[in-house]
């Protein structure tokens, strides 16, 4: 077509011809996009892009305002949208005669969407995204929809991710994406076999280097931007962490409490759409500080001797009080997430060790000096705090309550559980322990039912079976000597044995 030629007029008849040349005048616009000499243009698609983004704003403001709160998980958000961007800028910049609109690299940003945060995340973002490279090359219909199918499915690839390497998976799928869109654009427009064929090699391009960049920046992402997603819950899930075993052979009681507690605790976070993972990771971690003095914590102490026996109350308080300090300073040690090591103090939160309070007072009350009870503060047999913050540490602090008191329970029936933890339950709400984290008193109701149902599944009635009864012989009498006479028994011999 030369410069300035007419194209069509009006009322013409619209041949395939003609068709040919408006569509190669609408791509021709759409890779020049906005020129310097039309200012208007360049305003209106900065009201495009901004219009989009205040729409993904909008949801995570009413649905996901933990990341709202967070300055870092929008400055990641804001990143990886700025860089698809600049991405798409450069593909229409880009003087090449060749599809480079391909390469843009669209399904990254849905893989890191997806896996720091959530699929819903990740889907809604692909769809904006989509839309901003689509309004960035001049409305490119055809680019958009081809990001938008090939993001949205390695989403799907990602959503369930149990480690890293499970990130290739993707390549195929994400290829399969660009191919659909662009086949099915391609017989759309009439487009030759020899293009179609070459914006499938670039899309399979762009399917290769989707999964092995975003392995890479996964990484970054998390150590930059301090996040803790899923896969590196995952990688702590196993019990060849270190600091596990540690915890196993030096405190056997308290690792056999965390274990019971991650059960309570991932069973709650189901019930109330929590983070089950992370549920379990804190509870592995959530007593760790009990490896510097295990013998001061009834469970980890064999027989009836109790080194609590010989110390002051405030003494024992103080000794107990310290294993949420010595837990945090390990944990940071072994460089476990801030996500996981807020469930070493808020498990407690500011609850008192009412053990030790009341054996204080009733020391105090029995000293001849009644000044002593004076000097008492119950401040000073209170964790430190602080309460919990989120629905997984809220659950935390109730299930470490209820398995604890669980414990003390000489017959543990069904009836006896559910009052016990109605009782537990009742008393962390009215305290306030619970005012700083969003579970609702519906989201009690049901953590108190699945409490119940893992408690009755450990604690269950066993049926006892009747003897076998044994089979009558009938022997033949034999003939015995007598035995030698003996002067009594043996000392330590037992009549009978």
């Known amino acids: 077509m030369q410069e300035n030629e007419r194209v069509v007029s009006k009322h013409e008849r619209i041949t395939q011809d003609t068709r040919l040349k408006l569509e190669s005048l609408r791509r021709a616009r759409a890779e020049r996009g906005p020129g310097a000499d039309n200012p208007l243009q360049i305003i209106g698609t900065v009201i495009h892009v901004f219009i989009i983004v205040m729409l993904y704003a909008l949801y995570l403001g009413l649905f996901r305002k933990g990341i709202t709160r967070s300055n870092r998980k929008l400055a990641l958000i804001a990143l990886l949208f700025l860089l698809e961007g600049v991405f798409a800028y450069l593909t229409r910049e880009i003087d090449v005669n060749a599809p480079v609109e391909f390469l843009i690299l669209v399904p990254v940003a849905s893989m890191l969407l997806t896996i720091v945060f959530d699929s819903r995340v990740g889907f809604y973002g692909t769809v904006l995204i989509a839309f901003i490279v689509g309004g960035i090359r001049g409305n490119d219909y055809s680019v958009a929809l081809a990001s938008l199918v090939a993001g949205a499915l390695a989403v799907y690839t990602v959503r369930d991710v149990k480690n890293r390497t499970q990130i290739f998976r993707s390549l195929g799928f994400i290829f399969l994406g660009y191919a659909l869109a662009i086949v099915a654009m391609g017989l759309e427009r009439f487009e030759s076999l020899a293009v179609v064929s070459e914006q499938l090699a670039y899309s399979l391009i762009n399917a290769v280097i989707s999964p092995v960049l975003t392995y890479g920046l996964l990484i970054f992402l998390e150590k930059s931007f301090r996040v803790t997603t899923d896969l590196t819950l995952m990688e702590l899930v196993h019990f060849n962490h270190p600091l596990l075993r540690q915890l196993a052979e030096q405190a056997p009681g308290t690792y056999h409490h965390s274990m019971t507690l991650a059960s309570l605790a991932e069973t709650a976070a189901a019930a109330v759409g929590a983070n089950e993972i992370l549920c379990r990771v804190g509870a592995y971690f959530h007593d760790v500080g009990k490896v510097v003095k295990p013998t001061y ?139 700083e984290c969003p579970l609702t008193v519906k989201d009690l109701t049901k953590i108190r039912s699945a409490f119940l149902g893992v408690l009755i599944g450990i604690y269950h009635t066993r049926v006892k079976y009747p003897e076998t009864p044994r089979r009558k012989t009938t022997r033949r009498p034999v003939a015995v000597e007598p035995p030698a006479e003996r002067p009594g028994p043996v000392p330590g011999e037992v009549a009978g044995g």
């Open 297 to 435: 914590f009834v469970e980890n102490q064999k027989g009836s001797r109790n080194r609590h026996d010989k110390l002051s109350p405030r003494m024992s308080s103080l000794i107990i009080a310290a294993h949420v300090k010595d837990g945090m300073a390990l944990a940071r040690e072994y460089g476990l997430p801030e996500e996981v090591i807020d469930f070493i103090p808020m498990h407690h939160g500011t609850t008192r060790m009412d053990y030790f309070y009341t054996k204080a007072m009733d020391l105090a009350r029995n000293d001849p000096d009644e000044t002593k009870i004076d000097e008492i503060k119950e401040q000073d047999y209170r964790y430190p705090g602080p309460k919990p913050s989120t629905k997984e540490t809220g659950i935390m602090m109730l299930a470490d309550a209820v398995e604890a008191a669980v414990r003390t329970i000489e017959d543990p029936t069904p009836q006896r559980l559910e009052q016990t933890i109605d009782e537990l339950i009742r008393k962390r709400f009215e305290e306030g322990e619970l005012d």
